[in-house]
């Protein structure tokens, strides 16, 4: 006999709306919503009126509620909801990556104060199950990296702009009204969203405790249409990819940029709001997981997901933190990227350790080079001056030979 769930949920927008009407049409998932706390009671609900509540106590103090659900948008208030929930021993499930990013130390320690269980797959790439694969079947020492595209906001645009031809504002207006982007869509266009995707990622696949600030990234507004033009050419895709990569000295590279990616990666065929995920592990070689990655009811299905996990007592055990021996991040690695600037701006060439291509026009200019990553980690030349950075299909590079850095100084003196 599985345990009925009887849930108190904070939210009704588009995935708490999905969640309602999927509970309400499957009984068989024993699993009800008896109260859901709003925001703003004014707005038309395609639910009776006795379900809502703006006192987020009548959920938190009723002891029939057992799971709190929360999917609401504003962090620090999730924050305080889950907070609160877990104080009172009630599981929660969230979709809030943001939260999770922002306050993963002191989540980690209520679940273990008040033994209450934290399940938030649908957090990361919505439908696909990334979160528990990565705590339950990948072991840290096999696992050599994670590369993929966990924003589906910005997938769209990429896929609007590259296939219809749409602008960016047009872009983002239609990926705001399906329900893709956050309320602050932000977000989601300046690589916050995915960043904070990929601090939850970094825990369960290596034990890695990170906090989103510390990391390297950007998102898609600096891209260029000279960018777009460089990719048409060369037959790319231009993708906002999240990176872990495992090095050679076993620490972690990750960040977030946009990438060009060929056709002999299965990125390249990731179009509109759907993700996807390569893991890469010694011993099985890449595996490539693709689904919805925002919009209400592929949300509404990991969150379902974990109400059924909740039904056997299911709960992160956190393995690589606790029971592995976890790794820690490292900037000190060589990266292949593109560098794009107006004509007339001055991109030093000492930047690069290695330069294959430098070219342009009367307008825009563009460099084919390799980095040292900290040039990117600790320098901020590439925020500004309309300067755009993706990085190459190929990335990863050994060490690169100075000798051809040198030889390229060379070239420019003649
Ligand atoms: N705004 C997010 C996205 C929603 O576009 O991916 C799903 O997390």
Known sequence: M???LNIGLFGFGVVGESLWQVLRQKPSLNASISKVCIKHPEKPRNAPASLFTTDPDDILNDTSINVVVELIDDAEAAWKIVGGALKKRKAVVSANKKLIAEHLVELLELQSAYNAPFLYEAACCASIPVVRNLE???????LQSISGIVNGSTNYILTKISEDGLDFPK???QAQEKGFAESDAALDIEGTDAINKLTILLIHAYGIIARPEELTYTGITRLHENDAQFAREKGYEIKLIAHAHKLNNEKVAAFVFPQFLKKDNPLFYVKNEYNGVIIESGLADKQFFNGKGAGGFPTASAVISDLSALRYDY???YKKLFNQ?????????????????DAGYALPADLFEQIEEWAGNDRRNHVLGTLHFSKL????WWKHNNISVILQPDAFVSQPAKRVKARFEELLLV
């Open 2 to 4: 599985t345990k009925k």
């Open 315 to 317: 709960r992160y055990e």
């Open 377 to 380: 980690a600790n320098e901020d």
């Open 325 to 341: 021996q976890p790794t820690a991040l490292t900037n000190d690695f060589y990266i292949r990227v593109y560098v794009s600037f």
């Open 136 to 142: 339950e079947y990948y072991d840290n020492d096999l």
């Open 171 to 173: 872009a983002l207006k």
